[in-house]
């Protein structure tokens, strides 16, 4: 599958709150293979202020009639991305869904089904695979620097013991709470460096004053030799490493030390010199057996992150037919895991898969 047309990729969002502003604008508009061409604001002109030359669209069916736009990024709170994305689809549009793809497995089973009809890309925004730490992480691992595993450990903290601004984010329905918000990180990357499970057994919490959506989860994954948990606390102001891995030969520590999104907060634009490097007092704790029996231990630096990679890999794709850099299957296996954790919860129980 590739696309007729030529030249930059005409690209719209649909909407410009944090993850407009910090997470695609900067690498659509720095990317010379995009044009950033439109922004869906119902009121406001955000992004014209602050990329001269960009449309704004004051409602989605303007969007998607504009026949210069040839992907769509839907960028808008969860519960709303079927619905968005479906429209974009059916107006003959590409499209990147901000993670998690959808809220549940069958509304992501549609997309895929509409899309392999009318010919056209649909990809998740899983931009965590472009960090510096999980980086570092795939590398032990695919290295096998470790030996055989026995014991993971992903976590993803925070303190913020104060509820969202954001009201959307804090209702109690289908798509908000931890697990969706922070747990589709860490369930990709898991997916990425082991497939799929055999099974699982989750246990979710509401831990800040007030919190009616879990904002606390522990899912454990169960491989055929070796078990991997991921957890979420929004109560932890000193926290753990991001990444515990145990195996025969060894250990490996790592700390959550991506500095992109700090970077892009602060209005640093991607392409800049030493973008996504990690600083030297963040590297990794490496304490292995090599091949001759020798046991070392040593601080290993991270490959810098870069989530340009990701939109690099979009442009490879229309233009050159080349692989997704996230597939909307491999999207769809991180909604599997959520539904089943979440019954698993429910029902208190392991959930083979």
Known sequence: ?????????????????????????????????????????????????????????????????????????????????????????????????EKPFTVTVKEGEELIALAREKNLFLSVYHNR????????????????????????????????????PKIHKELPHKGTGALYDLGSH????????????????????KVRPGSVVDDYFEVLLYYPRFRVRLKSNYLVREPLPAYILHGAKGSFIKAKTDVQETALQAG???????????????????????????????LTRAPNGNYADYYKGIHAAIREGAPLPVTADEGLQVIRIIEAAFQSHEEQKVIAL
Request: glycine residues 8%.
């Open 129 to 164: 695979r472009f960090d510096s730490d999980y980086k570092a992480v795939k590398k032990v691992v695919s290295e096998g620097l470790l030996g055989e595993l026995s014991d993971v450990e992903i976590h993803y903290d925070r303190f913020k013991p104060e509820l969202s």
């Open 1 to 97: 599958m590739s696309s007729n047309a030529s030249g930059p990729i005409n690209t719209a969002l649909l909407s410009f709150g944090m993850s407009g502003w910090v997470f695609h604008a900067p690498f659509v508009a720095h990317n010379p293979n995009f044009n950033f061409y439109g922004v869906w604001e119902r009121t406001k002109n955000a992004a014209q202020e602050a990329y001269a030359g960009v449309k704004t669209f004051r409602t989605l069916d303007a969007l998607l009639a504009d026949d210069a736009i040839e992907l769509v990024v839907v960028n808008t709170p969860n519960l709303t991305h079927y619905e968005y994305a479906l429209a974009a689809l059916k107006a003959g549009k590409h499209v990147v869904v």
């Open 186 to 205: 860490l369930i990709d990357q898991a997916l990425q460096l082991f497939g799929m499970p055999e099974a699982l057994f989750a246990d979710m919490q």
């Open 268 to 298: 640093g634009k991607p392409g800049s010199a030493n973008w996504g490097k990690e600083p030297d007092e963040e590297r990794g704790l490496l304490h292995t057996e090599t091949s001759d029996g020798k046991v070392t231990k040593e």
